[in-house]
């Protein structure tokens, strides 16, 4: 092999290492975004109990026929 190539074969696998690494901490950093995100709409539903309002026969079984 000429060492033109090589070299330029050792070029394009590090230029690819760089740009995986660069695409993985782009994904991680998205999905810690929409952690975030889902954290806060989670913490933001109402903090009610529907159960005191309710008899407590209801919500005990389910009809699994229908």
């Given at each position: 092999?000429?060492?033109?190539?090589?070299?330029?074969l050792a070029t394009m696998m590090s230029e690819n290492s760089?740009?995986?690494?660069?695409?993985?901490?782009?994904?991680?950093?998205?999905?810690?975004?929409?952690?975030?995100?889902?954290?806060?709409?989670?913490?933001?539903?109402?903090?009610?109990?529907?159960?005191?309002?309710?008899?407590?026969?209801?919500?005990?079984?389910?009809?699994?026929?229908?």
């Open positions: 092999m000429d060492v033109a190539a090589i070299a330029s760089t740009r995986e690494a660069v695409s993985m901490a782009v994904l991680k950093k998205a999905m810690d975004i929409d952690a975030a995100g889902s954290l806060a709409l989670i913490e933001a539903i109402p903090d009610t109990q529907p159960a005191q309002y309710l008899p407590a026969h209801l919500g005990k079984n389910i009809n699994t026929t229908a």
